[in-house]
């Protein structure tokens, strides 16, 4: 199959110009597009077949659903039962933008879309070209990260084009997206609501709506082990992953700084492809080795907006051992290090002297 990428001028956008990805979606068929977090690759969220086309497509397995985006709220009710309040709400306030909500599912909703749970995630992405995608084609549209299942989530087409070139028929091609970290995910069908995945909108934000939201268990979880290597099975969790093996350094600044040198000059002294994950303010003060700032550690955005796309260099530059720092948790530095921590297979080093 060819893969087509379409340009797309997001300052003069023109429905005219989404007819034949808009057409494309109504057939079945899987259209890969810019949204404000990372690319998406869509399909018709009510057509078990293009959902069944998303997960072969990607390599995902089929048990791990998709996110379904709408282009207005009057879609929550086609789409889910049971809305509490607390869903109008949050909707009202951060949508459309980069929150996704969790609720029961309706029978319309196929189970090859919510990988067989009665449950349903909806999002209302702002980004323009995505809102206009939804609208001329007139369907909900289907879409996980638009990355090969394992690799970083794309945040330009190009990366969409490098994981799926031959697979699907056409990529949009809004540029570099803005924010570069999937969706907040927040699960409204329990007791508590629940945090599922950190992202941009912070749980403090959440919190001004919904006082009681906390955070899942598993998303606060972390293992710390000053053998580098942490293998218990179950725990290498293979997602966000760059191909090398990346180990997170935390600590105080100056001695995290050195303690990568040593730990990166030792491997490379054995012959080792070895890259370092830096900031703005640190990238300087290594020496013979191969550096990529991930951004300014005072504006957590910027490295967010750049953390996929450096894990995929350091693949692309064939790096076997990445040593990196961490960054502060603040703000939408936790779904940084969130993001930072499964790459990393929670291999993290604190770093005491
Ligand atoms: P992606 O957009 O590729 O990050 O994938 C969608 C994410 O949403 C995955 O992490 C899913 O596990 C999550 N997700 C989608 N639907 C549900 C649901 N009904 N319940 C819990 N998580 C979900
Ligand atoms: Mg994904």
């Known amino acids: 199959m060819e893969t087509r990428v379409i340009p797309v001028d997001r300052e003069h956008l023109q429905s005219e110009d989404f007819a034949e990805a808009a057409q494309l979606l109504r057939d079945g068929e899987l259209v890969a597009f810019p949204t404000e977090t990372v690319y998406g690759l869509g399909g018709d969220a009510l057509d078990p077949d293009a959902s069944r086309r998303i997960y072969a497509a990607k390599?995902?397995?089929?048990?791990?659903?998709?996110?379904?985006?709408?282009?207005?709220?009057?879609?929550?009710?086609?789409?889910?039962?049971?809305?509490?309040?607390?869903?109008?709400?949050?909707?009202?306030?951060?949508?459309?933008?980069?929150?996704?909500?969790?609720?029961?599912?309706?029978?319309?909703?196929?189970?090859?879309?919510?990988?067989?749970?009665?449950?349903v995630a909806i999002r209302m992405p702002s980004d323009p070209v995505a809102a206009m995608l939804i609208r001329v084609s007139g369907v909900y549209i289907a879409a996980p990260s638009a990355n090969a299942s394992g690799r970083p989530s794309p945040t330009c087409a190009e990366h969409v084009y490098e994981d799926l070139k031959g697979r699907i028929p056409m990529i949009l091609d809004g540029g570099s997206v803005p924010i570069g970290l999937e969706s907040t995910i927040v699960d409204l069908t329990g007791e508590t609501p629940l945090v599922l995945r950190p992202g941009f909108i912070t749980i403090e934000q959440l919190r001004e709506v919904l006082p009681t939201v906390e955070y899942d268990p598993a998303v606060v979880k972390r293992v710390k082990d000053e053998t580098i290597v942490a293998r218990a099975p179950g725990m290498r969790y293979r997602h966000y992953a760059p191909k090398g093996e990346l180990t997170i350094f935390e600590g105080d600044l100056d001695r995290v700084v050195a303690r990568v040198q040593k730990e990166a000059e030792a491997k490379l002294a054995e012959g080792y492809r070895v890259a370092v994950l830096a900031s703005e303010e640190t990238k300087d003060r290594y020496h013979g080795l191969t550096v990529r700032s991930v951004g300014d550690r005072e504006e957590e955005?910027?490295?967010?907006?750049?953390?996929?796309?450096?894990?995929?260099?350091?693949?692309?530059?064939?790096?076997?051992?990445?040593?990196?720092?961490?960054?502060?948790?603040?703000?939408?530095?936790?779904?940084?290090?969130?993001?930072?921590?499964?790459?990393?297979?929670?291999?993290?080093?604190?770093v005491e002297e």
């Open 59 to 119: 390599g995902r397995p089929s048990d791990n659903p998709l996110i379904v985006h709408i282009a207005d709220t009057d879609a929550l009710p086609v789409l889910a039962e049971e809305i509490p309040q607390s869903a109008w709400e949050l909707a009202d306030r951060f949508w459309p933008g980069p929150l996704t909500i969790i609720l029961r599912k309706k029978e319309i909703v196929p189970d090859a879309t919510t990988g067989g749970l009665d449950t």
């Open 301 to 350: 955005a910027s490295v967010a907006a750049h953390l996929f796309g450096t894990l995929r260099e350091f693949d692309s530059m064939g790096a076997e051992y990445i040593f990196g720092e961490s960054f502060p948790e603040a703000g939408v530095g936790q779904a940084v290090m969130n993001r930072l921590m499964k790459a990393a297979g929670y291999r993290i080093v604190a």
